[in-house]
């Protein structure tokens, strides 16, 4: 059972574009919603995350729009850069459970060109 | 570096073969959680221990096992190996207040079973 759906799978876009990356959830008991990048070879790095009672988070050129009713949550790279090109995944978790374990979407490839 | 550490970086083994990863997780952390990463599944959580003791259980095959130990390193043993265990496996850790939530990753283990 996926819990955490994600699209694309893959993503091309120019210098200075702004990919945006969708996830949906189904478990209403999630409250926190992280994305992460990662690097070929490399271990997970924690970029931003939101909770439900926020509808936007931004942290430099990254944007989380959130959207409780749809159950849905996106991220945003505003100018984005060759150095952006990575595999990024969103998670959720319920923060107030005896294990606040991570449930990830499928990740999506980005590949930013010069 | 999110300050988490894997050894070893990488190993061979054989089917039938079992191996111990180890993590050291970021000072101060309490919890530790162990995820698998394979091509067809995706990032997936295997086990959480918080203070030395198993706080929750994912998709985790009965050969495998962790353990935190007093200094709150873990290790994951991995018994009975498959070809199908082949994957990244990845340690996380994250503090006791405050942002609880957030799950720093290591470098990971990639695990090759031949």
């Known amino acids: 059972q996926q819990q955490v759906k994600q699209s694309p799978q893959s993503l091309i876009v120019q210098k200075g574009g702004i990919p945006i990356i969708n996830c949906a959830y189904e478990n209403t008991a999630f409250d926190y919603f992280p994305w992460y990048q990662q690097f070929p070879g490399k271990g997970p790095a924690l970029l931003i995350a939101?909770?439900?009672?926020?509808s936007e988070k931004k942290e430099g050129r990254f944007t989380i729009s959130f959207n409780k009713s749809a159950k849905q949550f996106s991220l945003h790279i505003m100018d984005s850069q060759p150095g952006d090109s990575a595999t990024y995944f969103c998670?959720?978790?319920?923060?107030?459970?005896?294990?606040?374990?991570?449930?990830f979407g499928g990740g999506t490839r980005v590949l930013v060109k010069p | 570096d999110s300050g988490v550490t894997q050894t070893p970086k990488h190993l061979i083994t054989a089917t039938g073969q079992r191996v111990t990863l180890r993590c050291s997780p970021r000072?101060?952390?309490?919890?530790v959680y162990w995820y698998q990463q394979s091509l067809d599944q995706g990032l997936q959580f295997l086990i959480q221990y918080y203070n030395g003791e198993e706080r929750a259980k994912g998709n985790i095959l009965e050969r495998f096992s962790a353990q935190q130990f007093p200094d709150l390193h873990s290790e994951l043993n991995l018994s009975s190996l498959e070809l199908g265990d082949s994957a990244l496996y990845f340690c996380a850790s994250s503090g006791t207040s405050g942002r609880i939530n957030e799950q720093f990753f290591g470098p990971g283990t990639r695990l090759t079973v031949l």
């Open positions: 939101i909770r439900p009672d926020v």
């Open positions: 998670a959720a978790s319920k923060s107030r459970a005896a294990g606040n374990k991570l449930t």
């Open positions: 000072s101060g952390d309490l919890s």
